[in-house]
């Protein structure tokens, strides 16, 4: 299930080196602990609330505000298990832009150490990333992409968009376990600042108009593209929140054509045709609505730290020997794996003694 979206100020630039290797050694510790402690399903569950998330990026030590926290975060954890997956069990795969692309690639080669199918994963990657770029079209486009998974297929996925125009990024988390449903209520929290007209095609009360659309895409283009053109020669309320602008009908055309073909059984088929993106499913909705008055849904799905220092001084600057001692002590928790509950219980209580010192 998606469980949060975070919006953050658009940054660009990128983390030091200096910073950046120590953020690839403290976030491996991190894994190596929860892993050890909790197992892969906890570690998954945190990185999919967007609220410990964003700490572990300030504790990782870069800005709590910057859109950047989410590729760099998202790095540091590939980056510093690399080479360790296969044996700890857990992987990351995806990454920002062009690295994004290349996460099916990524998993499937991961797939002789997992007791999960691949095809599975790379399902589950390929639909979240439908979702919200496609049926959750809140004007972000989507640049980054991470896949995070352990042997047994249970995954979670952190992956942001941009929006050019505000200057701000927006940030979705999903969690895949229990009964997942990729095209209804598939958010179970949302962190965001500000809300905006969101064309949202997985709400819930949008069920009829999902319905619809599947139904209309399993129809002869000809008589889909003869309603079209009708609109076209009309006029909608000045209000309509579903436009016709920048819809082509030669390019609707070309993918009714497909999905006539294939004749999707529902909606989630319909998000999963290769080609069937934002425009085709925007059409699809509005002519739901105009034929058989099935509403969509324009409710946005979004709802209402600092241990190291951060990357440009705020709140102020990192402190390099409080960051080393950290990875250290936890470098001797993953060590001491025989430890007593009690010693690692003194040992956390000395390492907050020692924050407290340094504050």
């Keep these: 299930m998606k469980t949060g979206i975070t919006h953050l100020p658009l940054h660009g630039g990128r983390a030091p080196a200096w910073l950046f290797g120590r953020m690839k050694l403290l976030a491996r510790e991190i894994v190596l602990v929860i892993l050890r402690d909790f197992g892969a399903g ?16 300030c504790t990782l030590g870069f800005d709590w505000h910057s859109s950047g926290l989410t590729t760099t975060t998202c790095g540091a954890l590939k980056e510093g298990i690399r080479g360790m997956e296969h ?33 599975t994963l790379v399902y589950a990657s390929r639909m979240a990333a439908k979702v919200d770029s496609a049926a959750v079209q809140d004007g972000y486009t989507l640049y980054h992409h991470v896949f995070l998974f352990d042997r047994d297929g249970r995954w979670a996925v952190v992956q942001q968009g941009m929006n050019d125009e505000t200057k701000y990024a927006r940030r979705y988390h999903w969690l895949g376990e229990g009964g997942l449903d990729f095209v209804c209520e598939p958010h179970q929290a949302v962190c965001c600042d500000s809300r905006g007209e969101a064309l949202n095609l997985v709400a819930r009360e949008g069920e009829a108009n999902r319905a619809a659309s599947a139904s209309l895409a399993r129809e002869s283009p000809g008589r889909i593209l003869g309603e079209w053109r009708r609109l076209e020669r009309l006029d909608l309320p000045s209000g309509h929140p579903v436009g016709r602008g920048q819809i082509g009908a030669e390019n609707l055309h070309r993918v009714l054509l497909k999905t006539y073909e294939q004749r999707p059984a529902d909606f989630e088929a319909l998000l999963g045709t290769a080609g069937v993106g934002a425009k085709t499913l925007r059409a699809l909705a509005l002519l739901s609505e105009l034929l ?68």
């Design 42 to 57: 906890e570690l998954l569950r945190r990185l999919s609330d967007p609220f410990w998330f964003q700490a572990l990026g």
């Design 87 to 119: 044996e700890i069990g857990f992987f990351v795969c995806g990454g920002k832009g062009r690295v994004s692309r290349a996460t099916p690639r990524e998993i499937e080669g991961h797939g002789k150490h997992l007791r999960a199918d691949p095809a």
């Design 292 to 359: 058989y008055g099935a509403k969509p849904s324009f409710r946005d799905p979004a709802r209402f730290s600092f241990a190291h220092g951060g990357k440009d001084g705020h709140p102020y600057p990192v402190d390099r020997e409080l960051y080393d001692r950290s990875i250290e002590f936890l470098k001797e928790l993953v060590n001491a794996a025989r430890v007593g509950e009690h010693e690692k219980r003194r040992a956390f209580g000395r390492l907050g003694a020692f924050y407290d010192r340094k504050r």
